[in-house]
């Protein structure tokens, strides 16, 4: 019997897994965090003053920062145990969080007000409003591991990285503060994991790290040359889908926007009003 005679395969009863008709469909992303205010639950207000009139500074200072850039310092250290609880508790965690090596060394969380940050560390317990704090900066490429640059050697497997090494460098050397980033996209170029590898032991590694949990996350890393950073994007089952070096002074995911501040400041003035 010819082909052509045989009836068609995979149509008809039983040719299917599921004979209930349910479909099964590709789980969707998830866990994207969003703002959701929380008011505290606080019995005497006058136990916590010093707690109320600092959440007022620090909506001031966002509005300071949003018009003109300065930023402010606030020491908690003095506060007592109820108050720093209050602002614990107002603030909250939001999506970026920063590892700081050096003396001292630091954690870094963002608030749920973005452009409001906690710092904590030996001898340090303080909020800084900023587009990002300043130390992120100054320290990021102090060197953890120091760069090697062109004296790795190179084994097999090693193609693309050297071009890809040499276009970094001629852009960091280039690099003046207010220039607009320039990004070499991994993704879109052909390398091996021997390429990646000797970039890793040529840029070295500086001292900050950056995590940014949003829509997925984003790994920010400095490496030690000023000012190349790693900028890795994460989907929500934690695939990577962009891998890229940074010329930049901070990698613009890792900033509150004016914007940002703005609200920030309007809705910590928003939850003293509740609270009082």
């Known amino acids: 019997m010819a082909n052509f005679h045989l009836p068609p395969i995979g149509f008809g009863p039983g040719s299917q897994p599921d004979e209930d008709g349910t479909l099964e469909y590709m789980a969707l992303p998830s866990g994207m965090r969003t703002y959701s205010p929380h008011l505290p639950n606080v019995a005497d207000l006058t136990s916590v003053a010093p707690a109320l009139a600092t959440l007022a500074d620090v909506a ?3 509005d300071m920062c949003a018009r003109s850039g300065q ?11 109820a108050s720093r609880a209050l602002i614990a508790e107002t603030l909250g965690q939001g999506e970026v969080s920063m590892r700081l090596r050096g003396k001292p060394a630091l954690m870094v969380q963002e608030s749920v007000f973005a452009g409001v940050w906690l710092l904590a560390g030996a ?6 409003v900023a587009p990002v704090p300043g130390q992120s900066i100054s320290r990021a490429f102090t060197a953890a591991k120091p760069a090697r640059r062109t004296l790795v050697p190179r084994g097999p497997g090693v193609v693309n990285a050297p071009p890809i090494l040499a276009e970094l460098l001629d852009k960091s050397a280039s690099h003046i503060a207010g220039d607009l980033p320039h990004v070499v996209n991994l993704t879109l170029l052909p390398h091996t994991e021997e390429d990646l590898a000797w970039l890793a032991e040529a840029l070295g590694e500086g001292a900050v790290t950056i995590l940014s949990r949003g829509y997925g996350n984003c790994r920010i890393t400095a490496t030690a040359i000023a000012p190349i950073w790693r900028v890795q994007f994460y989907n929500s089952q934690d695939n990577l889908i962009l891998d890229t070096f940074e010329i930049t002074a901070m990698p613009e995911v890792a900033l509150a926007a004016k914007e940002d501040l703005e609200d920030s400041g309007a809705r910590i003035l928003e939850v003293l009003e509740a609270i009082r």
């Open 60 to 62: 001031a200072a966002c």
């Open 71 to 81: 930023t402010a310092d606030f020491d908690l250290s003095r506060l007592e145990k």
């Open 123 to 128: 001898g340090v317990d303080r909020i800084e």
